[in-house]
């Protein structure tokens, strides 16, 4: 890297550590809400962890991609699944806000991790789907752990990203343990309270 593209680097950096208190829709288990930075990382481990069990993966590429995924959220933040609108393009505008974050990069590395974004957001390659397999693992994991408001949907995370979490036999059986612990933990809230119906929050 040559000196001159240092203050640049630093400025996007700068700008990035608005992930750190960039919040999602899911709790910690002490029940604080859970940064994009803190979803980011356990996805990275869990990418660490998993990654002998997918021996035809390129670890750094999908290392990357985890990295990279929610960048765009730094400027608009995080829009839960369960809050999208049908028709709306919250990629377009998430790839649009990355974009953004990117500029004073140098071209070189803005069109790196242009190219990294565009290969997750469409899947098309072995480590891009599994980046997304993670990423909805690594939600409904959080979901399942965290202590979240009586209210909580749980109901809606055993179908979330399914499309994502199926054809490989180690997501698939990770997904299913995951699953078994929503209706675990949805079961355990309406026994709290009977009159407590799983919602959107």
């Known amino acids: 890297m040559h000196p001159s593209e240092i203050p640049g680097v630093l400025e996007f950096l700068r700008s990035a550590e608005k992930l750190k208190h960039t919040h999602r ?3 910690t288990s002490q029940g604080q809400p859970e940064s994009v930075a803190e ?5 990275c481990l869990m990418a660490l962890v998993l990654a002998d069990g997918f021996p035809g993966v390129d670890f750094a590429r999908l290392a990357k991609m985890c990295i990279i995924h929610d960048l765009g ?3 608009g933040g995080d829009i ?3 809050h999208q609108v049908p028709g709306q393009s919250k990629a ?3 790839r649009a806000d990355l974009l953004q974050l990117l500029h004073p990069l140098p071209e070189r590395l803005r069109a790196e991790i ?3 974004w565009d290969e997750y957001e469409a899947a098309g390659s072995p480590e891009a789907r599994l980046a997304k397999a993670l990423d909805k693992l690594e939600t409904i994991m959080q979901h399942n752990q965290g202590s979240n408001p009586p209210d909580f949907d749980y109901g809606f995370n055993l179908d979330y990203g ?6 490989h036999p180690l997501i698939e059986e ?3 343990l995951l699953d078994r612990d929503t209706a675990a933990r949805a079961l355990t809230v309406a026994d709290a309270d009977p009159r407590t119906t799983t919602r959107s929050s």
């Not at 979803?39 to 996805?43: S, V």
């Not at 399914?162 to 054809?167: D, P």
């Open 25 to 27: 829709s899911a709790w």
């Open 39 to 43: 979803h980011t990382w356990r996805l």
């Open 73 to 75: 959220e730094a400027i």
């Open 80 to 82: 839960p699944a369960i």
């Open 92 to 94: 377009g505008e998430e």
């Open 114 to 116: 242009t190219a990294l």
């Open 162 to 167: 399914k499309r994502y979490t199926s054809g």
């Open 174 to 176: 990770i997904r299913a």
